[in-house]
């Protein structure tokens, strides 16, 4: 795999985990399990089928997830669409899984493999935020 086909997988990868993290998080909130209107329920443990232990803590306009005390997955919510890249984030997630992608040697190499697909058009920049742009006309939108 060449490096910038493993920076791409990253980014999908960890919007995969995203979307995976949202849906538990409202599900829970669905089935009553947690109560995001409660400030002490801003933060807690979420349930699924899996033995995997995955911890969670709003803040802002966003959500940081744990799995197993490892992977970390941190979201914001740009309105209702949640399908941004915050660069910051993910250094996050690549920093708790970079075995996963032997490709990027470092966060200094991520930054330029995340430029060099900025400059080639396959992500776009919109404040902040970055999208994918063969999605960005399809938002992924987040309601509870």
């Not at 349930?47 to 959500?63: F, Q």
């Not at 949640?82 to 690549?94: A, E, K, N, S, V």
């Not at 493999?113 to 006309?137: A, N, R, W």
């Amino acid at each position: 795999m060449t490096e910038k086909n493993s920076a791409q997988k990253l980014i999908h990868d960890y919007q995969k985990l995203v979307d995976e993290m949202l849906n538990l998080l409202k599900q829970n909130v669905k089935d009553r399990k947690i109560n995001l209107t409660n400030d002490e329920e801003r933060k807690g443990i979420l349930t699924d089928d899996s033995n995997r232990h995955i911890t969670y803590k709003m803040h802002g306009a966003g959500c940081l997830f744990k799995i197993n005390n490892r992977v970390v997955i941190d979201v914001e919510y740009a309105g209702p669409r949640y399908d941004g890249i915050d660069y910051w984030f993910l250094t996050h997630y690549f920093n708790s899984c970079s075995d996963e992608y032997p490709e990027i040697k470092n966060e200094n190499h991520l930054k330029e493999l995340f430029d060099t697909l900025t400059s080639e058009g396959y992500l776009i920049k919109q404040e902040h935020l970055y999208y994918i742009k063969s999605m960005f006309h399809n938002p992924k939108e987040f309601e509870w």
